[in-house]
C-alpha cells in the first residue's frame, strides 16, 4: 500500500526510470531472437487489437515515456483506496498476524 500511494504522491525518479527503459530495450532486442516469440508478437496485434506496427514502434515509443507521463498515468489508473489483497497461507498462521489490519478486528476467512 506505501509503493500504490508513493506513486501517485512521488515522481519516480529519472534514473529509476532510465534504468528501467534500458532493461526493457535490452529484454526486447533479445526476445527478437526467439521465432516463437516473433510469432507471439504477430498473435499479440490481432489479440489486443493492436496497431499494426506496435512492435515497430516500440522501441521509439519506450524512449519517449516520461518522468511526467508515468506520474500522469499513476494518477489516472492507481487507486489504492479499491485495491484487493489476497493472502494466500495456513489460516492458522496467517490470520492472527492480520487481524490487526481489520477495521472490525475479524477477518472474513
Same mark, same amino acid.
Given at each position: 500500500m506505501y509503493e500504490?500511494?508513493?506513486i501517485r504522491t512521488?515522481? @519516480?525518479p529519472q534514473d529509476e526510470l532510465d534504468g528501467i527503459k534500458n532493461f526493457l530495450t535490452g529484454s526486447f532486442a533479445i526476445s527478437l531472437e526467439d521465432p516463437e516469440t516473433v510469432a507471439k508478437f504477430a498473435i499479440n496485434i490481432d489479440r489486443y487489437k493492436l496497431p499494426k506496427d506496435y512492435y515497430a514502434n516500440y522501441l521509439k515509443n519506450l524512449a519517449a515515456v516520461t518522468v511526467d507521463? !508515468? *506520474? $500522469?498515468? $499513476?494518477?489516472? *489508473? !492507481?487507486r489504492p483506496e479499491n485495491a484487493?489483497?489476497? !493472502? @494466500?497461507g495456513d489460516r492458522n498462521e496467517i490470520a492472527p498476524k492480520l487481524d490487526k489490519f481489520s477495521a472490525t478486528k475479524q477477518l472474513n476467512l
Open positions: 500504490l500511494n508513493r512521488e515522481k @519516480v507521463d !508515468i *506520474y $500522469a498515468m $499513476a494518477q489516472k *489508473y !492507481i484487493t489483497i489476497l !493472502i @494466500v
